[in-house]
Every structure is written in structure tokens, then in C-alpha cells.
Nanobody, 129 residues
Framework: EVQLVESGGGLVQAGGSLRLSCAAS????????IGWFRQAPGKEREGVSC????????YYADAVKGRFTISSDNANNTAYLQMNNLKPEDTAVYYC??????????????????????WGQGTQVTVSS
């Protein structure tokens, strides 16, 4: 059974940091691209970042560039999203997702990323002002 389990969310003040983790099981981790997405109340789910399974290239939505860093640990089947200098507008449920097809800028800037094959249950991130 494929499982993606996010953790690391919480409440943080503006300017603070959080590191989200995505623990994967049930599939060959290094054969999949991993993406992070988020959904704020009343808004559509949107792409945040993804990491390519081919060469480890990373892509970011403009709203998080320079503040968020995606990484993956293939040995432990875990992906991470380091979030620094958090802003109130980063408040959302954050989801990790896996897809064999890959990752590029289109995944994080359009709704195409929402077609990713496997999804976690999400973790809440709340940033207070």
C-alpha cells in the first residue's frame, strides 16, 4: 500500500521556521518525483515545490523562492520542506505528493501538479502575525 505521511506542521510566528517531513512507503521512492502543495482556507490547492527523480533538480513557486528548500533522503524514503522566514500568507494545509512522471516548473506553477498520483493527508501550518 502506498503511503505518504506528512509531519512537522504547527503554529509559528511570522519570521519563524518549520521543517516538514514526508515519509514514504509502499513504492520505490527514488523512482518518483516528490512535490509539496498547499491549500489555504477558501483557496485552491497550489504547487509549492518539487524535486526531480532524474537529477535532483528543484523547482519553486515564486511566492516561496528564496525562503523554502525542498530535499529528499532516498536512503530513508523521506522528503523535506524547510520553510524559513514564514509569512502569515503561508498559512495552509501542506501536502506532499509523488509522481513517476517527474517535476518541472509547470508542476509548481499550474494545476498540472494536482494530477500527481499519490498524496498524503496533509499537515497544518499556521503563521501568526
Amino acid at each position: 500500500e502506498v503511503q505518504l505521511v506528512e509531519s512537522g506542521g504547527g503554529l509559528v510566528q511570522a519570521g519563524g521556521s518549520l521543517r516538514l517531513s514526508c515519509a514514504a512507503s509502499g513504492f520505490t521512492f527514488d523512482e518518483y518525483a516528490i512535490g509539496w502543495f498547499r491549500q489555504a482556507p477558501g483557496k485552491e490547492r497550489e504547487g509549492v515545490s518539487c524535486i526531480s527523480r532524474y537529477d535532483g533538480s528543484t523547482y519553486y513557486a515564486d511566492a516561496v523562492k528564496g525562503r523554502f528548500t525542498i530535499s529528499s533522503d532516498n536512503a530513508n524514503n523521506t522528503a523535506y520542506l524547510q520553510m524559513n522566514n514564514l509569512k502569515p500568507e503561508d498559512t495552509a494545509v501542506y501536502y506532499c505528493a509523488a509522481e513517476r512522471a517527474g517535476c518541472n516548473s509547470v508542476v509548481v506553477t499550474t494545476r498540472i501538479g494536482l494530477l500527481y498520483e499519490h498524496w498524503g493527508q496533509g499537515t497544518q501550518v499556521t503563521v501568526s502575525s
